[in-house]
């Protein structure tokens, strides 16, 4: 089992930053490839990033693409996600997932066995 525990979301103005962070617990947490999705309200689960164990290898959606940095400290057992220059449509809740593995079907929900409980995120305009 491992659990996951987000924080760092809030209010900020478009444009503005923030540094989301994933608490993880259990067992083998530095053996799961980690990711960020978000979803807006009336909307999917979208992803947004991701990581491998080693934190060699990462992945993002083009729509957060040069703007988030996806990271991970495995001494601490935490993953992060830095977020510039966002804006309101970047407005969501934002979880933290966890896969046993790095391969095919990076960006699809189904794939992560473990989930955070999510952090609000809003962007003003």
């Known amino acids: 089992q491992v659990q996951l525990v987000e924080s760092g979301g809030g209010l900020v103005q478009a444009g503005g930053s923030l540094r989301l962070s994933c608490a993880a617990s259990g067992r083998a947490f530095t053996r799961y490839t980690m990711a960020w999705f978000r979803q807006a309200p009336g909307k999917e689960r979208d992803f947004a990033a991701a990581i491998s164990w080693t934190g060699g290898r990462t992945r993002y959606a083009d729509s957060v693409k040069g703007r988030f940095t996806i990271s991970r400290d495995n001494a601490n057992n935490t993953v992060y996600l830095q977020m510039n220059s966002l804006k309101p449509e970047d407005t969501a809740v934002y979880y933290c997932?966890?896969?046993?593995?790095?391969?095919?079907?990076?960006?699809?929900?189904?794939?992560?066995?473990?989930w955070g409980q999510g952090t609000q995120v809003t962007v003003s305009s």
């Open positions: 997932a966890a896969a046993p593995s790095w391969d095919y079907g990076l960006e699809s929900s189904g794939k992560y066995n473990y």
